[in-house]
C-alpha cells in the first residue's frame, strides 16, 4: 500500500514499505514474546489452541518474507528480469500473511470471548463488533492491494 499512498520516486516508497514492515515484525516478534512470558508466569500450556498456531506460523512467516524480500529487491538485489519473476510471488505471499495474520486476530477474539465466558451483553457487543470491523478492514486492505493504482 505504500506504493500507492506515498509521494516520491520508487525507492523511497520501496525504503517506507521496508521499514514499516521492519516494525511490523518487531511488533509481533514482541507480542509473540509477551504471550509466552504471560503464560510462563500463569502456568498456562504453550502452543494449544489454533490462535496460538496460527499467529506463530504467521509470525515466522513474515520473518521469512521480509528476510527474502529484503535480499531479493533492496540489498543486493536480485537483477531486474529476476526481480519481476519474483514479484507475483511476494505480493501473492505477503497477501497470504496478511490474510493469515487477520484469521489469528479472529481466533484470538472467539477464544478471548471463551475464556471470559461473555454472555449476551455489552461485553459480546464490544468482542463481536471488533471481530467485524477486522473483517471490514481486511477487505479494505486486500481491495487497495490488487485493484490499480490510480492515477
Known amino acids: 500500500m505504500s506504493y500507492k499512498t506515498v509521494p516520491g ?3 523511497t516508497q520501496k525504503l517506507v514499505h521496508l521499514i514499516l514492515h521492519f516494525i511490523a515484525l518487531g511488533a509481533g516478534i514482541f507480542g509473540v514474546y509477551i504471550a509466552f512470558r504471560y ?12 490462535h496460538s498456531w496460527l499467529g506463530l506460523s504467521t ?3 513474515f520473518g521469512l518474507q ?32 496478511f490474510l493469515m495474520a487477520i484469521l489469528t ?3 484470538g477474539l472467539v477464544q478471548r470471548f ?12 464490544i468482542v463481536n463488533f471488533t471481530g467485524l470491523l477486522t473483517l471490514l478492514f481486511a477487505i479494505a486492505v486486500s ?9
Open 39 to 50: 503464560h510462563d508466569k500463569e502456568s498456562i500450556p504453550d502452543m494449544y489452541t489454533l
Open 114 to 125: 471463551k475464556d471470559l465466558e461473555l454472555k449476551p451483553g455489552q461485553e459480546a457487543l
Open 66 to 97: 521480509w528476510v527474502f524480500a529484503f535480499f531479493s529487491f533492496w540489498f543486493p538485489g536480485a537483477e531486474m528480469p529476476t526481480r519481476g519473476r519474483l514479484m507475483p510471488w511476494h505480493w501473492f505471499a505477503g497477501m497470504i500473511i
Open 9 to 11: 520516486t520508487k525507492r
Open 143 to 151: 481491495l487497495s492491494v490488487i485493484l490499480p493504482r490510480g492515477n
Open 105 to 107: 486476530a479472529e481466533t
Open 59 to 61: 509470525i515466522c512467516l
